[in-house]
């Protein structure tokens, strides 16, 4: 099983980026996905989840109304699309595939099987 991850970069505050993870070695429409991130000195943090469907995108609060979610199971790929981005938001992004993800655990990095390899977003000020 891959994650891909990639879709970072450098960006100033105000800016936008997509990210994408494209996974393979797996039967993607049987995993929940999501992303999450870790800035330096920090413990890594859920940002993002999305059912296998594509249905009921859960975000943390603090990314509600700017990050969107979302994927194309005919190409296997999780995206992550990231307006109005702020310095907090620097960090390396990661994906993750779940399959027995239940609402209470959405959130815990834990439940999940499989990590990309991540990807850095810096956002300047």
């Known amino acids: 099983v891959q994650l891909q991850a990639s879709g970072g970069g450098l960006v100033q505050a105000g800016g936008s980026l997509r990210l994408s993870c494209a996974a393979s070695?797996?039967?993607?429409?049987?995993?929940?996905m999501a992303w999450f991130r870790q800035a330096p000195g920090k413990e890594r943090e859920f940002v993002a989840h999305?059912?296998?469907?594509?249905?009921?995108?859960y975000y943390t609060d603090f990314v509600k109304g700017r990050f969107t979610i979302s994927r194309d199971n005919a190409k296997s790929t999780v995206y992550l699309q990231m307006n109005s981005l702020k310095a907090d938001d620097t960090a390396v992004y990661y994906c993750?595939?779940?399959?027995?993800?239940?609402?209470?655990?959405?959130?815990?990095?834990?439940?999940?099987?499989?990590w990309g390899q991540g990807t850095k977003v810096t956002v300047s000020s």
């Open positions: 070695g797996l039967t993607f429409t049987n995993y929940h």
């Open positions: 999305v059912s296998w469907s594509g249905a009921s995108p």
């Open positions: 993750a595939a779940g399959r027995l993800i239940t609402i209470q655990a959405i959130r815990n990095p834990r439940g999940y099987d499989y």
